[in-house]
């Protein structure tokens, strides 16, 4: 048995991304569903694989389900096709879309075959998480709820009384032409 380790990019920034580790006899649902586990997103929508290359080109579709639309070639199903069955390069890519609607779509490389799998872990597994992941149903701020009672416990709104703005010399603005110093003598 061979245990893989893919690395999963969200596209839109590839500094966020999530590695996460297989077996090669272990389907594409399994994929899916750990990659839905490292992103914190639900599975109520619709996903699909595509095996790919360098270029991130669609290529076979490994799907849940056969969906209502139109394909090329008939689609594998996740449930039944193994991810060592599509393994056929050293660095094989995938793009994986996840809720069709909102297109969430990631880049899946393969960067690592090993050939000893680990009695300690429970396959497939998250093995590293690297960046903020976006948030599948709008945003959620760094600090949660905390900054609503900061901003309100300190007041911490621009129109606020107190706030001014410097104009490029590190002047302030709110003065008026009464209290502009030129820097030049008093006579």
Same mark, same amino acid.
């Given at each position: 048995?061979?245990?893989?380790?893919?690395?999963?990019?969200?596209? *839109?920034?590839?500094?966020?991304?999530?590695?996460?580790?297989?077996?090669?006899? /272990?389907?594409?649902?399994?994929?899916?569903?750990?990659?839905?586990?490292? @992103?914190? %997103?639900?599975?109520?929508?619709?996903? &699909?694989?595509?095996?790919?290359?360098?270029?991130?080109?669609?290529?076979?579709?490994?799907?849940?389900?056969?969906?209502?639309?139109?394909?090329? =070639? $008939?689609?594998?199903?996740?449930?039944? &096709?193994?991810?060592?069955?599509?393994?056929?390069? !050293?660095? /094989?890519?995938?793009?994986?879309?996840?809720?069709?609607?909102?297109?969430?779509? %990631?880049?899946?490389?393969?960067?690592?075959? !090993?050939? *000893?799998?680990?009695?300690?872990?429970? @396959?497939? =597994?998250? =093995?590293?998480?690297?960046?903020?992941?976006?948030? /599948? @149903?709008? &945003?959620?701020?760094?600090?949660? +709820?905390?900054?609503?009672?900061?901003?309100?416990?300190? +007041?911490?709104?621009? $129109?606020?009384?107190? %706030?001014?703005? *410097?104009?490029? $010399?590190?002047?302030?603005?709110?003065?008026?032409?009464?209290? %502009? +110093? $030129?820097?030049?003598?008093?006579?």
């Amino acid at each position: 048995m061979a245990e893989l380790k893919f690395r999963v990019y969200l596209e *839109e920034d590839d500094s966020i991304y999530r590695d996460v580790i297989i077996l090669h006899n /272990q389907t594409f649902l399994d994929l899916n569903n750990i990659i839905l586990k490292a @992103y914190e %997103f639900d599975s109520k929508f619709e996903s &699909t694989f595509y095996r790919s290359n360098d270029q991130w080109l669609e290529g076979r579709e490994i799907t849940k389900e056969k969906y209502d639309k139109s394909y090329r =070639a $008939d689609p594998l199903i996740m449930a039944d &096709t193994t991810i060592g069955s599509e393994i056929l390069e !050293t660095n /094989q890519k995938f793009k994986y879309v996840y809720d069709f609607t909102k297109h969430w779509a %990631f880049l899946i490389e393969l960067i690592k075959i !090993t050939k *000893e799998i680990s009695s300690k872990i429970t @396959y497939p =597994a998250v =093995a590293r998480l690297e960046g903020i992941g976006p948030q /599948q @149903y709008g &945003t959620k701020s760094l600090l949660g +709820d905390k900054f609503l009672d900061i901003e309100e416990k300190y +007041d911490l709104k621009g $129109d606020a009384e107190g %706030f001014g703005s *410097e104009n490029e $010399d590190g002047v302030s603005d709110e003065g008026g032409e009464d209290s %502009f +110093d $030129d820097g030049g003598d008093d006579f």
